[in-house]
Structure formats: C-alpha cells, structure tokens
C-alpha cells in the first residue's frame, strides 16, 4: 500500500511539472529602447507571476492551459501577448494613467490635471517623517511658493505662513485654513515685541498631526473663491484620517525627540567691568568662567504617542484615535502638555443614497513658562550680558535673598537695570500659564440624488476657552513690577459656527463632459470675548497675592472684544470639458459681511475664470512626453476691512470717564480688492518618472485699508484725530517651479527626488496717491524700521548707516573721534529672500528607507539687535578681539587726518547698544540647512510569528545642521508672528535642533 500511495504522488508530481511551462522574455520602454526595471508579468485569471530584473528580463512558469501573459508597469500601457519563449515586450506611455485625485476647495475632489490653477499636496505620512508639534512647520520646503515662519516660543508657539507675498499692510497675508472642507479658527495670541512679551501660540498648534491624512495647499484666490474673501491669501486643506472597509486596524505610533541648542551668540569671557559698572569694558584680561550660558540651556525633550482604531462595514466605517503631547523646552521649567481625541464616523442609509458624517475633534493645551523674547523680563539678556568678572554662580544657586524689612524673598541680582534681571528668578518667580480647551464638532450629509446630482449640507461648531496667567512676584525689576508684585491675567472665547449647502451636477454630452456646484454658505465668528487685567506698576494691595480682590483701585478690568463678523455667501462653479483634453472652469461668488454694514459696499461679487488645454491629447507627442498641459487662469477677489472700522465706539476708563474715539467713521470703506492671473505648464516623460509643473503669477491687491492723521478741518471740530481710506496699490509677481524624478526604480531599489523653487517679487505701486513721500512704518523701533514707500516692497528696512564722504570713509566726529550717523533712517535693504528652494529625497532599499530634506533661502537681509547691544555692552567676542588687537580696524577720517584704527569701546558703544549704527547689523539672510532627515526599516513581522499586522521604527532628525549661513543667528526663526518684527532677532531663544526616533505599530 505504501508503494502503491509513493508512486501515485511521483506520478502526479510528475504530472504537475509537465503542465508548467516555462517562458521567458525581455520588456522594454518604447521612449529609449530601454529595460523596463520591475515591470509586472501575470499570467492572466491567475496570481501567478514575476517581476522584471535589472536587465528587464523575465522568466515565469505559466499552468496548465494558460495563453495569455499581462505585462504592467506604473505610468506605461498595459500590454497582454501570447506566451512564447524569448519573447520581446514593448511598453508605451499611457497618458490616461496620470490620474492624480486632489482636494480642492469645499472639499471637492478633483483630477489635478484638469486644474487650471497650481496646487499641490503633501501626505501625512510625509509630514511625520519628522514630526514637529506645530504641523505646519513640517510643510516648510516642501511646496512651491510657501513662507514659514517659527516662533521662538517653543512646543506649541504659533506659525507665521504667507502664500505668494504679502498683499495687505493692515492685515496679515495669511491663509484660510480648513479642516474636511470646514473653515477653523486660527486666532493668534498676543506676540512678542520690542521690550518683551510671549508668543500666545495660535489653532493651529491644537491639531494632532497623527489624524491628518493630507494637507492640500490652494496657492491663489483662482483655486480658493468658492471660500470667498476669507480665502483671498490662499487656502490650506486638511483632510482628516477615516476609517476604511475591512477589517479593525489599531495602530500605535510614538515619537521620542530630544532638543538642543544648534549655537548661542559669539561671546566673550576674557575681559570683565570696572568699578562696578554693568557693562564689561575692561582692557585688563581676566581668566573668568565661561561655561555658565552654555550650562543654562537643557536637553528638551519632545514625547509624542498616539493610538488610533478605525474600521467598518461597507455601510459604517468609523475612526478613534487619543494622541498625547509632553514636551520640555531648552530654557529651564519650559513646559508643554497637549492631549487630544478624536472621533469620527460615516454611515450609509437609504439604500447607500444617503450618506451621514460627523466628526469630534476634543483638545486640552497647557503650555508653562512660553520662551520671551525682547529687553525686557528676558532671562537671556541678563545671562548674556552678565560682568564676566563677576560670579555668575553665586546668582545661580541664590537667585532670591530673604528680606528682613519686607518678610520675604526678593530678587538677589548685583545692579538695578531696566534690561536685565536674574535669570534664575525670571523663571522661577515669573510662572506663567497658558490654557486651551477646545471642541471641533461638524456633521454632514451627502445625498445622492440622481445618478448625476447630489446634494451636500455640512455644519460645523468650532469653540475654544483660553486663558493667559503671569504672576510677577514681589522683588522683580521695578520699571515693569510693582513692588507688591504684578498680576497679568486674561480669559476669552473664541467661537466659529459654519454651515453651508451644495448641489453638485456631473454629467457628459457626447464629447462633452460637465462638473458644476452651486450653494450658499453661512459663517458667524465671535472672538476674543473675554476679559482682561494687568496692574503693570500700580501696587497690588498685598504682595504676592494674584486675586481680583487684590488689584488697586485705578486698575481697570477690562471686558476684550475682538469682534464679531457674519459672513453670508453664494456661490457657482462649473467645469467643462472636451474630449478629455480641453477645460473651462468658471466660478463666481457674492459676498455679505457684518463688517461692512453701513457702507453700501456690504454685498460685492468676484468671478474666476480659468482654461486647461491637455496638449498630449491633442496632438502627437514624442515618445518621451508622457503628459502635457497648459492652464491659465483670472480671478478677483474682494477682502472685507476688519471689524469695528466703520464707527468705531467710545471707551470706558479706570477713573469711569469716557474715552472719546477719535477715528473717524469710515462710511464709504470698500472691500479690498485682489486681481490675480496665472499661467502655468505641466509636464511628464519617460511614463512619470520626470516631472515638471511651472507657474507665473501676477497679484494686484487694490483699497487698501489705510490709516492717516492728516485730517481735515472739519474732522478736527468733530475730536478726531485720524482716519481711514481706501487706497494703494500692492503687486506680486512670482515664479513657481516643481521638478519630480525617480532616477531609480528596480525590484528593490527606488530613488524619489523632488525640487521645489519659488521666487516673488514685491512692489509697493500705490501707497498714497499724490504724495508719494509719504510712509507707513510696520513696527518701527531702536534701529529696526520696517518701512514701505511708494515705489517700495514689502520688508524693506531702513536705519540710520554711517556717514561716509564721497571716497567711502566713515566720518568722524571732531572732538570724540567717534563714528557718526545718519539723522534720519536710510535703506538698508530688503527682509524677504530672492527665491527659496526645497530638495526633498527618498531612498528605499527592500525594507530601509532614508529621506532628507535640504531648504535654502537665497538673498534677503536680517536684522539683530542682540548683536548690537552685545557690542555695546562689551561682552561679544569682536569687542575681546578688538582690545587685543590695540582698537578697531577701519576706513575713516577725522576733519583731514586718515583714521585707520580707533579705539574698541568707543567704536562699540557708538555703533552698538541702543540706537546705534543700524547698518553695522543688518546681515545676509541666505542660508542652507538640512531640514529634515529620516532613515525607518519596516519589520518582516510575518516572520516574527506575532499577532501585528506592520511595524516600523525610525531614526530621525529636524533643523540639524546649517550646511551655509552668514547671520549670527536663524534668520528663519520669528520673534513675533503679526505683520512686525520680522527677520528680527532681539534676544531670541536660539535656534534648536530635535532628534530621536519613531515607532510604529499596526494590529
């Protein structure tokens, strides 16, 4: 029986290897002639096949009665041939299979290549490679035309992000940002400035980046005008993770990234100060401790875990994710906590003809002791220019001193200044605590009404509590505290309701296909409803005691308004097409807002209109080209002025009298008015592997919303002192271009490589018609004078520079010898870079995969007071080199003599300090820097034999390293994230770098 079974199995063995046949073959590209590397060979109505090697070649064992062989490749023709040995496959270029599906405004899906304006995408998992809390910090170099801003306030801290230039000098340039088609609210806090303060964080930083499945960035109002005015700088689109049909998917991700300081300012350690003077203007060299800034900065750390569980049927699908934030700053007791839930669901009804989504986004945000910036109640100012003769430790470790007299403890710091203090106290006994709770709630329905139209209704409900504490203890420097301590306390809401309706229309006529939308929307925003309290100087009561009760008398409590703006809108759009290769796209809306009430001008309407033409459609292409198109479109749209500019009210203050208001009304205010054109070009060759997307654009932003003192008579009887009017003209040209490749692709290997340039031209065409001398200044202060003229760009800088005679020698004064300056401020140059570059990468090796990212900005000037007061200070390594050197070098002249060295602190304490020489510190801006770096390997866990369906872990790094940088300082970095103090650096936190790992699990 046994042998009978044995050769019963030989035979059928026998059997099955007679019905294999073996076939080779060899695939090529018709574009070059070329091996295709990692083609797909199926026998076709079966899972047998193969993949092509390097060389193209193929061998495949087909079963028994099969006769045809499926050969595929991405962006290529499928082809199916008759199996023969030795066999010769020519793959060709398949226009059709360039489908890229984009989220467009409204949350409308589209086929990018029938766009006619520029818009680009960035996945999650792109953004997380390298995980930043702020997710908007993660697009920065990876899109054309895009300008991000960080905070130097920390975890948490609010971005600064401009789409195509700055297009208004009243408002901020900043984008809509939308969350599933849903505007959000983005309310920025107050920001740092001058003499101090904190960036309060913005909405932004309240999103967990682990729910977002894409962010899809609307560069111009030609995409953005279904959102009308609000989306005139542009929209940025995020689309939120879902759950999916199949079965339950629990996934763990948790990213651990420790923080650093990249550098501190260049400092000195040799000479110390005499007489008991601040300033370290000794000549006598000193042996004096050096490691006590380097030992003030930690290692942060940044702990990021999120869990979600998504899953469903094809009739509900559902997604559940809880994400946990704990950061640590490098300035000591820098704390920052943030936790968020996040549900969503989707279910279908009536015969899968209805469909209802709704969605709850939950978050808590807690963020201690936010980094300063600024003079003033800044620990770093008194480190930095703390007398090196001085013992730095003996504050350290006593940073508060018992006072006999007052009962308590009060600062220890060796001199009464109005800039610095004891750091140590600064962070101890200045605790301030800012608190986000938030809710995100929206719903939805889709119902399908015909085969050709549906109709969508969403609503959405976005509310957030906020509060900002800073308690000021008794013993703090007495030009900002009083000497009972100081209390700064405010509490608002911020609130946004949005519902709208659409009707969407698809169909096709012959040759002729037709998408359109047609709806109404309406949006109520209520922000900063709160109210605030700050005693500044005027005593509390009793020391240290941070209560309503506690404030004095002439401190006011103050009820805070931002305001109140209803938005009402109704839109159209349509898309026509021809023979798949020719598209209209034509859009229109009517505006209603709240803010214009009273103007006649409440109700203004803006088209768009734009054209696609398919190239590669149309007429024979080369082999090369696997895809081509123009587009060109024209847009306006109007932007509403601000709230309470119309007629403004009168004030209450502390003593309960009435503050006048002393604006006039503004009853003919008209909305701002933003004209863009834009043309553009897209190209593919070799079946995808080459891309190119080129983009101009011209953006004219008409009635400005301009303030001026220069009233009339007749305003002057009336009290007012100001005005506002309609007028000026700003324009932004630009050129926008995306270069993708894959200059690899095999079995095992794939190289990914994207490059990404921008560069926009600013031009001040109108400022005041008629008086073309006339100016606005943006946040002027101490040398730093952001200033636009008629004729100007936005971010030009102006400051007083050395006065030089006709052969470029500085001139110095007769009796001093010191340098002289300029008594009114001249052109020092621009803020804004001349173009900006990204270079994107990834490299995956079977289960490895490294991706780095290098952006540079090229060109632009930065300004930093920090260096200034450094040098005047006497505490910067060039004022030690000077004083070794005998003096300062330079090119000058006093009265006729030739003056080629002069003596180190009057130099230094001439140009440097306050109001010194702004010239000596305006610095080239260009730098390069590797951005982002990853390198990930995905576990083989099928062979683990564990109960997980995916597993990575990855090694990561941001901001590591400047490969070129001429400031002493990031330029890339924001003191403030508003219209002022930009490129600006006044005793900012240094630039850090985050590195660490990710880990990540599917069950």
Not at 269 to 279: L, M, N, T, W
Not at 836 to 854: E, P, R
Not at 949 to 958: D, E, F
Request: hydrophobic share 35%; charged share 20%; proline share 3%.
């Amino acid at each position: 029986m046994r042998k009978t079974m044995t050769l019963l199995c030989l035979f059928i063995g026998i059997c099955w290897a007679s019905a294999q046949t073996k076939i080779t073959g060899t695939v090529i590209s018709s574009d070059d002639g070329q091996p295709v590397i990692g083609a797909t060979v199926v026998a076709k109505g079966t899972s047998v096949g193969t993949v092509t090697n390097v060389d193209g070649n193929f061998t495949i064992s087909l079963p028994s009665g099969s006769k045809t062989l499926v050969i595929s490749y991405v962006g290529m023709a499928t082809v199916e041939a008759a199996p023969q040995n030795g066999m010769k496959i020519t793959l060709k270029a398949d226009t059709k299979q360039i489908k890229e599906v984009v989220v467009t405004a409204l949350g409308i899906q589209r086929d990018k290549k029938t766009l006619a304006y520029s818009s680009q995408q960035v996945s999650g998992d792109e953004m997380l490679k390298a995980k930043d809390i702020n997710f908007m910090n993660s697009l920065s170099g990876k899109a054309a035309g895009i300008e991000i801003k960080k905070s130097v306030s920390g975890a948490g801290g609010s971005t600064r992000t401009v789409l195509r230039g700055s297009k208004s000098w009243s408002q901020l340039s900043e984008p809509l940002y939308v969350i599933d088609g849903v505007p959000m609210v983005n309310h920025k806090g107050d920001q740092s400035g001058m003499w101090g303060g904190t960036d309060e964080g913005d909405g932004l930083s309240q999103i967990n980046p682990d729910d977002i499945e894409s962010v899809s960035i609307l560069k111009g109002s030609n995409a953005a005008i279904l959102y009308g005015s609000q989306g005139a700088n542009g929209v940025v689109i995020i689309t939120t993770k879902k759950g999916k049909e199949g079965t339950t998917n629990v996934t763990f991700s948790s990213s651990t990234l420790f923080e650093s300081v990249m550098s501190t300012p260049n400092l000195q350690y040799k000479y110390g100060s005499e007489g008991g003077a601040k300033e370290s203007w000794s000549y006598t060299p000193g042996n004096y401790a050096s490691n006590y800034v380097k030992d003030f900065f930690q290692t942060g750390a940044n702990l990021v875990n999120t869990v979600s569980i998504s899953g469903g049927n094809n009739k509900t699908t559902a997604y559940f994710s809880y994400g946990n934030t704990l950061a640590s700053g490098v300035i000591p007791n820098n704390k920052y906590v943030k936790n968020n839930v996040t549900f969503q669901q989707s279910t279908k009804l009536l015969n899968d003809k209805l469909t209802v989504r709704s969605n709850v986004m939950l978050t808590s945000e807690k963020a201690n002791n936010r980094n300063t910036a600024g003079y003033y109640l800044n620990p770093l100012t008194g480190l930095y220019l703390f007398p090196r003769d001085k013992d730095f430790s003996s504050y350290q470790n006593n940073y508060q001193v018992f006072s006999k007299d007052r009962n308590m403890y009060l600062q220890n710091w060796f001199v009464a200044d109005h800039m610095q203090s004891n750091p140590y106290w600064l962070i101890n006994k200045q605790p301030k605590t800012d608190l986000t709770k938030r809710v995100i709630a929206s719903v939805s329905a889709d119902y399908q009404i015909s085969k050709k139209i549906k109709f969508q209704t969403r609503a959405s409900y976005d509310y957030a509590v906020k509060s900002y504490e800073q308690k000021y203890y008794a013993g703090g420097n007495t030009v900002n505290i009083s000497e009972n301590g100081r209390w700064s306390y405010k509490k608002f809401d911020d609130m946004m309701m949005y519902t709208d309706g659409i009707f969407t229309y698809t169909d096709k006529f012959g040759d002729f296909s037709v998408n359109g939308v047609l709806g109404a929307s309406y949006q109520k925003s209520v922000l900063g409803n709160g109210v605030s309290v700050d005693n500044g100087s005027n005593s509390l009561l009793y020391p240290n005691e941070f209560y309503f009760q506690n404030l004095p008398t002439n401190v006011q409590v103050q009820s805070t308004y931002s305001g109140e703006v209803i938005k009402e809108g109704a839109f159209a759009n349509a898309q026509i097409g021809y023979k798949d290769m020719i598209y209209l796209d034509l859009s229109g809306r009517n505006d209603w807002s709240s803010t214009l009430v009273g103007t006649g001008n409440d109700s203004y309407f803006y088209p768009s209109f734009g054209l696609t033409g398919i190239l590669s459609q149309m007429v024979k292409m080369p082999s090369a080209v696997t895809f081509a198109k123009v587009r060109a479109s024209y847009a306006k749209v109007a932007n509403d002025v601000p709230f309470n500019k119309i007629s403004a009210a009168n004030t209450i203050n502390s003593s309960a009298g009435i503050d006048k208001n002393t604006v006039a009304p503004f009853t003919n205010a008209k909305p701002e008015m933003l004209t863009t054109i834009e043309v553009g070009t897209d190209w593919r060759f070799f079946g995808g592997r080459l891309g190119l997307d080129f983009t101009y654009y011209n953006i004219a932003s008409t009635n400005q919303f301009i303030s001026s003192s220069n009233v009339t008579a007749a305003q002057q009887l009336n009290g007012y002192s100001s005005f506002y009017y309609n007028a000026g003209k700003i324009v932004n040209k630009g050129l926008e271009i995306v270069l993708t490749t894959i200059p690899v692709k095999s079995r095992n290997l794939e190289w990914k490589s994207t490059f990404n340039f921008s560069r926009n031209v600013n031009k001040i065409v109108e400022l005041v018609p008629g008086y073309p001398d006339r100016y606005i200044d943006m946040g002027a202060s101490e040398g730093y004078v952001p200033r636009l003229y008629q004729g100007g760009s936005f971010g030009d800088i102006y400051g007083l520079k050395f006065v030089r005679n006709s052969s470029g020698q500085i001139i110095l004064d007769a009796t001093t010898g010191a340098p002289t300056k300029t008594k009114d401020p001249q052109y020092l140059g621009n803020l804004e870079p001349k173009f900006s570059l990204g270079w994107s990468n990834g490299f995956s090796y079977k289960q490895f995969a490294l991706n780095f990212l290098v952006n540079a900005k090229i060109g632009g000037k930065c300004f930093s007071q920090t260096e200034a007061i450094l040098d005047g200070y006497g505490v910067s390594e060039r004022t030690a080199v000077a004083r070794d050197n005998g003096g300062v070098a330079i090119n000058a002249i006093k009265g006729t003599t030739p003056v080629t060295k002069i003596d180190a602190k009057l130099y230094y304490t001439t140009v440097g300090d306050r109001n010194g020489v702004s010239e000596a510190y305006v610095y080239d801006r260009t730098n390069i820097r590797l951005t982002q770096l990853s390198l990930s390997y995905d576990l083989n866990v099928s062979k683990l034999k564990i109960p997980v369906k995916a597993a990575s872990i990855s090694l990561v790094g941001n901001n590591l390293f400047f490969i070129y940088k001429k400031a002493p300082y990031d330029p890339e970095l924001t003191m403030s994230t508003g219209l002022g103090s930009q490129s600006l650096d006044n005793f900012n936190v240094p630039s850090t770098r985050t590195y660490g790992f990710n880990l990540k699990v599917s069950f």
